[in-house]
């Protein structure tokens, strides 16, 4: 373990205002540079899988984006970096949590569920969610259901049919066609 007296130079210092806007609606237009969706009670971020999110965003021509899916204050999925595409403003996002590298800088409620739209450069001028569709693993793994107590029955009826039926079959077929030829 090191120790000692560390110190770090800061080279610039950015403050951002906030002003939150409760809106009814899933469109928003003005500038800003962060998007904080509600989406209810906190959810469980265990077997979280993949979160699917359709958006339309436009914005200044240097914007670059990070969608964010977050639990309270952790992330528990994010997407890449996306820039606005020139011939559709729809974007469906793909976040993961293995792609989980960073946070934005504004969260939801504490209580709450949220999608984070963050712009690394630039603004956002417009922007609208139209999906949200999250996916989880199954809650027992495949090797848990091949071994469970009410496939014993099935697995002794296919040993049995396999292992002594089917060549005990098999030797009487071909003693048959054996004798036969003779």
């Given at each position: 373990?090191?120790?000692g ?6 080279t610039a ?21 962060a998007?904080?969706a509600?989406l ?11 979160v ?31 820039i ?12 993961q ?17 949220s999608?984070?739209v963050s ?6 001028t ?11 693993l ?10 469970s ?19 005990a ?14």
């Amino acid at each position: 373990m090191i120790s000692g007296n560390f110190s770090m130079k800061l080279t610039a210092l950015k403050a951002n205002s906030i002003v939150a806007n409760k809106i009814e609606s899933n469109q928003l237009n003005g500038n800003f540079t962060a998007v904080i969706a509600d989406l209810g009670p906190t959810i469980q971020s265990q077997g979280l899988f993949q979160v699917f999110v359709g958006l339309d965003i436009k914005g200044s021509t240097d914007l670059s984006y990070v969608p964010y899916f977050i639990s309270g204050a952790s992330v528990l999925a994010q997407g890449f970096t996306y820039i606005p595409k020139v011939a559709t403003t729809y974007e469906l996002a793909l976040l993961q949590p293995s792609f989980v590298n960073s946070s934005p800088l504004f969260v939801g409620k504490p209580s709450s569920s949220s999608i984070v739209v963050s712009a690394k450069t630039g603004e956002m001028t417009f922007f609208r969610l139209n999906s949200v569709s999250i996916r989880f693993l199954s809650s027992l793994s495949a090797p848990a259901q091949a071994l469970s107590p009410s496939n014993y029955q099935l697995l002794l009826f296919y040993y049995f049919i396999f292992l002594f039926v089917a060549p005990a079959g098999m030797i009487v077929l071909l003693v048959k066609v054996f004798r036969d030829e003779e």
